[in-house]
């Protein structure tokens, strides 16, 4: 009957303008949980044809039933005493994250990505895994390079692109807010390199450079349509109290909100006086002495992130 049903589903969604809108229907009448990568694979095999379908499919199944879960990290035991052994460990231990990852609906970043490389090899897919740092919080600004997360990149049609499906399930704060996106599906590198920097700087796919202590310096560029090439000024995330008299100048490019407010971690002020060019905005926020961290809003909207010494 299920298969009745799914069979009458493709049929009547068929016709719509948007693939993904059926593709997303198809995976919303797919089982929650899998006993192995295998089963889910030949879902997707079965249902979808051309690789722009398949890791469709596969992402949206993703952030659709895993749940980010950090005591996941505890897991599973990653010791090892020479190199041999290593990667010996290394397949062992990523079949079984796929394999927990599928049956329990929970995982760290690792399950995410593991699970979506997995199932795109299965479908012939070319892809591969990316590790690298984030940059998501306060305390991620000014510090030191770390290999804190891990993400994918597919290639279709001959073209390869940036996917993190574990950051596209929601967001973790103490516990997981189930917040499924397509943000970042198919993201434009110029975006993904505001929060995501890899090891190897060119799975990056960015025409510029920007090297791994720029990306630390740089402030929270929460707005998802602003570059960090559009913040004039102030250009790095950390600021000085000692140079700054009384006011803080802030100049951007390729912005025009409605309305621009601040915090110092409390209440939300607006700002009355906004400079407004053609293709510039300028502004001053008051400086406040012993404050940690200022968050402006465009719109009511978290945009930019600073910390202050």
Not at 165 to 185: D, M, V
């Amino acid at each position: 009957m299920k298969l009745l049903v799914l069979f009458f589903l493709f049929l009547n969604i068929s016709a719509l303008a948007q693939d993904y809108e059926r593709v997303d229907a198809i995976i919303s009448m797919y089982p929650n949980t899998f006993e192995n990568p295998e089963k889910l694979s030949k879902f997707i095999a079965r249902d979808f044809a051309s690789e722009e379908d398949k890791v469709r499919a596969i992402y949206t199944w993703i952030i659709q039933n895993i749940s980010y879960e950090p005591d996941e990290y505890k897991q599973f035991d990653y010791t090892f005493t020479n190199y041999r052994e290593r990667n010996e460990k290394d397949e062992k231990l990523r079949g079984k994250i796929i394999q927990r990852t599928l049956q329990k609906g929970v995982a760290v970043c690792e399950g995410y990505a593991m699970l979506f490389e997995k199932l795109c090899e299965q479908q012939g897919i070319k892809n591969y895994l990316v590790r690298g740092d984030i940059k998501s919080n306060f305390p991620d600004i000014g510090r030191p390079f770390k290999r804190v997360h891990i993400w994918n990149v597919a290639t279709i049609d001959g073209r390869p692109y940036l996917f993190d499906a574990t950051w596209g399930a929601g967001k973790y704060n103490g516990k997981f807010i189930k917040e499924p996106s397509y943000f970042y599906y198919k993201t434009p590198p110029e975006i993904f390199i505001k929060t995501h920097y890899p090891d190897m700087y060119e799975d990056a796919f960015s025409d510029g450079i920007l090297s791994r202590e720029q990306f630390s310096e740089q402030p929270l560029i929460i707005e998802k349509n602003l570059l960090p090439k559009d913040i004039e000024f102030p250009t790095k995330g950390l600021l000085f109290e000692n140079e700054y008299f009384d006011k803080i100048l802030f100049s951007i490019k390729n912005t025009n909100p409605k309305k621009i407010s601040y915090s110092y971690g409390t209440e939300m002020i607006f700002i009355e006086e906004i400079e407004r060019e053609a293709n510039r905005i300028k502004f001053n926020v008051p400086l406040i002495i012993g404050a940690k961290t200022l968050l402006v809003y465009f719109d009511g909207k978290p945009a930019l992130g600073y910390k202050i010494n």
